[in-house]
């Protein structure tokens, strides 16, 4: 089993920053992919940013040049620093962790959400 404890978010002004950062505990053989999503009221839940194993990243359109996804493997944390926030950023954010099993089994962990919100 794995735990996911999300930190970070809150209330900023447009053009400010926020740091979130997600860890992962438990008993596992090995995190894969990380990454962020974000749900907005209304809408599905899309893609924010993620990164590989090794470091490779993808990030939606949307945020390009803005945030930036990061990870600490020895500390089995995934990070999203966002900069340049606009009030269309306003939305839950979850990490997502892509976990194998020590029975090597593949699994997918949820956050439990953070909220962002941009607002003046």
């Known amino acids: 089993q794995v735990q996911l404890v999300e930190s970070g978010g809150g209330l900023v002004q447009p053009g400010g920053s926020l740091s979130l950062s997600c860890a992962a505990s438990g008993t596992f053989f090995s995190i894969n992919a990380m990454g962020w999503y974000r749900q907005a009221p209304g809408k599905e839940r899309e893609l924010v940013a993620d990164?590989?194993?090794?470091?490779?990243?993808k990030y939606a359109d949307s945020v390009k040049g803005r945030f930036t996804i990061s990870r600490d493997n020895a500390k089995n944390t995934v990070y999203l620093q966002m900069n340049s926030l606009k009030p269309e950023d306003t939305a839950v954010y979850y990490c997502?962790?892509?976990?194998?099993?020590?029975?090597?089994?593949?699994?997918?962990?949820w956050g439990q959400g953070t909220q962002v919100t941009v607002s003046s």
């Open positions: 997502k962790v892509d976990v194998t099993t020590t029975a090597l089994w593949k699994r997918v962990y």
């Open positions: 990164i590989t194993s090794g470091g490779s990243t």
